[in-house]
């Protein structure tokens, strides 16, 4: 009986053995500009590692309550240290995207997308001036992301059933974000003005996003 993740006889993880399967016979880790994303990853994620456990209380308990935003925000030194950290979990952001989520590896597509969501939502928050719960929500989001990418990589759940795990989460966090953003913004301004907010930081460039992101 020839084993599953025999493809092209070469011997890949089981997730790239049905991609292969399907048409794809390039390994996601052969590919020079994903080894060194990675590479770039690990070594942002290093030299912010201390960041991230001396902040960590607050992030993730303005999950599930709101005050903890606003005590973050209120903090000038906890605030930069939370949007320092936040840019180095864009790149496992991209990662776990391009290779769950896309039918074939495009991380030049990939960092271009989200460099352009990430850069409009700064330029918006800048000309605004609003807070950015967001940043703290993409750190949450990531470190989600980069426990579920380690895991489903070791295992064959299929392409379609890890892509709906991986689209679930950000959903699921997404949901959240919104959530604590609403209440966050009505205790600095009234609803019309926070509605408009939540318009031009999240719901414009996510739809954009969506429009413009392979099926």
């Known amino acids: 009986m020839i084993d599953s993740t025999a493809v092209l006889g070469k011997l890949m993880m089981p997730l790239e053995a049905t991609r292969a399967m399907e048409g794809s016979i390039v390994e996601w880790g052969d590919i020079s500009l994903n080894c060194w994303v990675v590479i770039a990853a690990v070594f942002l994620l290093l030299l912010n590692f201390n960041n991230y456990f001396r902040i960590r209380s607050l992030l993730w308990a303005g999950v599930f309550r709101w005050k903890p935003n ?32 896309m039918p074939e590896s495009n991380m030049p597509a990939v960092l271009i997308a989200f460099a352009g969501y990430w850069l409009y939502k700064f330029i918006v928050a800048k000309w605004t001036k609003a807070k950015r719960v967001d940043l703290s929500f993409r750190i949450v989001i990531g470190t989600i992301l980069i426990v579920l990418g380690l895991v489903l990589s070791h295992i064959n759940l299929g392409w379609e059933l890890e892509k709906g795990i991986i689209l679930g989460a950000m959903g699921f966090f997404f949901f959240f974000q919104i959530i604590r953003e609403i209440q966050f913004f009505k205790t600095k301004c009234r609803p019309f003005r926070t509605f408009l907010y939540l318009c031009a930081l999240e719901f414009l460039p996510l739809g954009i996003l969506l429009m413009i992101w392979p099926a």
């Open 70 to 101: 606003v005590i973050l925000e209120d903090s000038v030194q906890t605030s930069s240290t939370r949007n320092l950290l936040s840019l180095s979990f864009i790149l496992p952001i991209c990662i776990v995207t391009d290779y769950f989520l």
